[in-house]
């Protein structure tokens, strides 16, 4: 019995001291993709479409006031059907400008989304692969660790060199 206990005893002490052997690793993603001439391109190609909107919606606003104005210039014994109509004209030139603003900035975050998307994903393939061939076992966001007693490396470096950035 006392042999038995021993072989379980030895075949299980190998197993529990390799599950305590954890390799953690840190990663600040914000600075590789930082680094990264894909975001820069990104960042320019949204930089111009917010332009487009910008001017967009500055020509509408501008038109938009102008309604006011000359709502505001009216007489004020002018016939209450063209007052009737020019209140309207504004009402339903407001909504339009609101409409404007709402599609824009959807499309503004589809387009973020569009262009952002397979960098994410390219940096993300690069961590899984650090981790791979230094054989982590979990690789945290290097912001989000709050405390944690092992040694920790950080592959931030790793990783750039992975995506071929300095």
Same mark, same amino acid.
């Given at each position: 019995?006392?042999?038995?206990?021993?072989?379980?005893?030895?075949?299980?002490?190998?197993?529990?001291?390799?599950?305590?052997?954890?390799?953690?690793?840190?990663?600040?993603?914000?600075?590789?993709?930082?680094?990264?001439?894909?975001?820069?391109?990104?960042?320019?190609?949204?930089?111009?479409?917010?332009?487009? !909107? %910008?001017?967009?919606? +500055?020509?509408? $606003?501008?038109?938009? @006031?102008?309604?006011?104005?000359?709502? #505001?210039? *009216?007489?004020?014994?002018?016939?209450?059907?063209?007052?009737?109509?020019?209140?309207?004209?504004?009402?339903? !030139? %407001?909504?339009?400008? +609101?409409?404007? $603003?709402?599609?824009? @900035?959807?499309?503004?975050?589809?387009? #973020?989304? *569009?262009?952002?998307?397979?960098?994410?994903?390219?940096?993300?393939?690069?961590?899984?692969?650090?981790?791979?061939?230094?054989?982590?076992?979990?690789?945290? $966001?290097?912001?989000?660790?709050?405390?944690?007693?092992?040694?920790?490396?950080?592959?931030?470096?790793?990783?750039?060199?992975?995506?071929?950035?300095?």
């Amino acid at each position: 019995m006392l042999k038995k206990l021993l072989f379980v005893a030895a075949l299980l002490f190998p197993m529990l001291a390799g599950a305590q052997t954890l390799k953690v690793g840190i990663v600040e993603t914000d600075a590789i993709m930082g680094a990264m001439p894909e975001t820069a391109a990104a960042q320019t190609k949204l930089g111009e479409v917010q332009k487009k !909107y %910008q001017e967009e919606a +500055q020509r509408l $606003e501008s038109e938009y @006031t102008r309604l006011i104005e000359d709502f #505001q210039k *009216m007489a004020e014994d002018e016939l209450p059907a063209i007052r009737e109509r020019k209140t309207r004209e504004i009402s339903d !030139y %407001q909504t339009k400008l +609101q409409q404007f $603003e709402q599609t824009a @900035t959807q499309d503004m975050q589809q387009q #973020q989304q *569009m262009l952002m998307q397979p960098i994410v994903q390219k940096i993300k393939d690069a961590i899984d692969a650090v981790g791979r061939e230094g054989g982590y076992s979990l690789i945290q $966001e290097k912001g989000a660790v709050i405390f944690f007693a092992a040694p920790v490396d950080d592959i931030t470096p790793a990783v750039k060199a992975k995506l071929g950035i300095k």
